[in-house]
């Protein structure tokens, strides 16, 4: 059986902090384990294919702009106003990725320095998404059709190798800008983690994994009963075991 998206994970300084700011920003529940993680939880998590949050200690500092990010949704400009305003009180700024003054949506950072966008209102590919319209990732076609098969998500949108591809239950979309593709620089921040049902066979979903085009990352096992992978851009990825 394939694997389901469980998580969005960001490797973060400060956990707790950075739950609580994407908390106040999207609306959702937040929640803090034992271990030092942290996570936010959609409003519907509890009978929801729909992916977490999930926030892992780490003491490695940002270098260079993410190859992934969220673009949230807006239903009006005054929609827009109040989310960046609001991103800005729990502890957001602006940021500069080389956005044009006409562009219609305003690129910020979280208290981590992670890059976000606030996508004007009317767009209509983000149309019917959530709060979360997308997570754009910088990447080649050949991973937005590894990730397509991966997860059993059809794709929705592949022209000029750009690619997009959305649970067919709706929601977040995810989306591979094409080339040209930023060199990787050290670990991802942002990355994939993977939930098998309880009676699945761990090493036959790792295979075929695998034979879609991933491989195991140096690292091999992660925390928690993870295994560790890299998709075909050579982006991190966790499958957790089976509970």
Known sequence: M????????????????????????????????????????????????????????SQESKTGQNRAHFDLTSTSPDDQQQTVARALELGGKHCDVGQLPEEGHVVLADPDGNEFCVIEAGNKFLADTGVIGALACDGTQAVGYFWSAALGWPLVWDQDQETAIQ?????????????????KTGANRLYF???????????????????????????????????????????????????
């Open 2 to 57: 394939t694997s389901r998206l469980f998580a969005i994970c960001f490797n973060a300084t400060r956990p707790s902090d950075l739950a609580r700011f994407w908390s106040g920003v999207l609306g959702w529940e937040v929640t803090d384990d034992t271990d030092g993680t942290a996570a936010v939880l959609p409003p519907d998590a509890a009978g929801s294919a729909g992916f977490r949050i999930r926030f892992l200690p």
């Open 193 to 243: 983690e993977l939930a098998l049902p309880a009676d699945a066979d761990r090493e036959a979903e790792v295979e075929r994994l695998i034979s879609l085009g991933a491989r195991h990352s140096d690292v091999g096992e992660g925390d928690g009963g993870r295994t560790l992978m890299l998709d075909p851009d050579g982006n991190e990825f966790a499958v957790r075991n089976p509970r």
């Open 167 to 183: 649970s067919p239950d709706g929601g977040t979309k995810i989306t591979w800008g094409g080339p040209p593709v930023a060199p």
